[in-house]
Every structure is written in structure tokens, then in C-alpha cells.
């Protein structure tokens, strides 16, 4: 059964991070890589790409990530590429290039996994037209299959998201080089980083403005 420690670890890896649904545990090297899947997903809004390189310099400053390969990486990748490109961080390194092709290969299935689990847990806004049964014309059928299988969905996610916090912590080691990730307060990411302040009307106001 998932505990509640990890129900709320699971719930904040999915969340929008946005200022209605702020971090309530420290975060670590998971939320990072949840940030910049989000700053993929919303490519194409100009604010909310300003919103989620902000948070994703703050926590590189934070967490201690300048410097390191993705950190330079995602600073240089175009929004909607980044998750592209998380398997070739191994080859931006001066060491450890011995095993960087058997790292690129893991990292590249552990990212798409964690897409994966990522849009089902946000099945609601990233299936919009690609859910499975999609394609069937019998609109009775459609909203049948739509039915039973996202109430399954809600059930069962819990015990299926929980892969987050393993992948999480294998993708750590293959990026990173370390076995326990550092993790940070919200508070501290705010009053230190310059990470968005959920309480700033300005913030909200620009979060959920409308991209030109």
C-alpha cells in the first residue's frame, strides 16, 4: 500500500507546480525533472515557459546542479525538446565517458517511462485527442471505453505512479553521479533563488494569462 508521505510525493510530481498547487514537501531532483516536463508541455506559452525556466534555474542554483551537464542543457534546449535530449547529457561530460552510450540508452528509456507515467497522471489536460479508444467512431462505445477505463485509471494510479520515486532516484545516478538526492524548501528556493512566489499576484496574474 503507498503511504501518505508518498501519496503527497506522487501528487506534487504530478502537479502543475503552478502558483495554485505550490510544492508542500521539499523538493529534490525529482521535482526538477517534473519542471522541465512541464516546460516541454507548454512550449508554445510564452508565459508559462518564462514561469518554469524560472523555477528550473532556481532549483539548478539550489539543489547545486550549475554547472552539471543537464543544467547546462536545459539552458540551452529549446522548450518541447528538453526530455529529448536528457539521454545525451552523459556525452556532455569531461568524465565518465567511458560508460556514457550504456548510460544515454537507460536514461533515454527511464525518461520516456517517466513521460509516460507523467501524462497519465495528468490524463485529464494531456489526452485531449490521443487516449486510447480515441479512434473508435460508435460515440456510445467511445464514451463507454472513456468511462471504465479512466475510473480505472484513478484507482489504480497511486500504486503505478509510485514508479515515479524509483525512476526518480535511478536517473539521479545516471545524471547526476550520486545515490541520495539533496532536496530544498520552497521557502528557501523563494527567499534565496528567485523561484516564483505563489503568493505574488503578479505571478498568478502572469501564470494564467492567456499566451498572444
Not at 521535482?31 to 508541455?41: E, Q, T, V
Not at 569531461?94 to 528509456?109: E, G, P, T, V, Y
Not at 479512434?135 to 475510473?151: K, P, S, Y
Not at 524509483?166 to 539521479?172: A, F, G, P, Q, T
Request: hydrophobic share 40%; proline share 7%.
Amino acid at each position: 500500500m503507498t503511504n501518505r508521505v508518498e501519496q503527497t510525493r506522487i501528487s506534487q510530481l504530478t502537479s502543475s507546480y503552478g502558483p495554485d498547487e505550490p510544492p508542500r514537501l521539499p523538493m529534490d531532483f525529482g521535482d526538477y525533472l517534473s519542471i522541465l516536463w512541464r516546460l516541454d508541455k507548454h512550449a508554445e506559452d510564452g508565459a508559462k515557459v518564462k514561469y518554469y525556466r524560472r523555477c528550473a534555474m532556481a532549483l539548478n542554483a539550489g539543489l547545486d546542479l550549475r554547472g552539471r551537464p543537464i543544467a547546462r542543457m536545459m539552458e540551452i534546449t529549446p522548450p518541447g525538446q528538453i526530455y529529448q535530449q536528457l539521454p545525451n547529457a552523459p556525452y556532455r561530460e569531461s568524465s565518465r565517458l567511458l560508460d556514457a552510450q550504456d548510460r544515454k540508452a537507460a536514461i533515454a528509456q527511464l525518461a520516456k517511462l517517466r513521460e509516460d507515467i507523467l501524462g497519465i497522471g495528468t490524463y485529464h489536460d494531456q489526452w485531449p485527442v490521443s487516449w486510447p479508444g480515441s479512434g473508435i467512431m460508435d460515440t456510445e462505445l467511445r464514451e463507454r471505453v472513456f468511462a471504465v477505463l479512466f475510473t480505472a485509471l484513478q484507482g489504480q494510479y497511486e500504486n503505478f505512479g509510485r514508479l515515479l520515486l524509483v525512476v526518480d532516484i535511478v536517473l539521479s545516478d545516471l545524471l547526476l553521479g550520486m545515490h541520495q538526492m539533496k532536496e530544498i524548501s520552497l521557502h528557501t528556493l523563494v527567499a534565496e533563488y528567485d523561484y516564483p512566489n505563489f503568493a505574488d499576484p503578479k505571478v498568478r496574474t502572469s501564470f494564467f494569462s492567456e499566451s498572444p
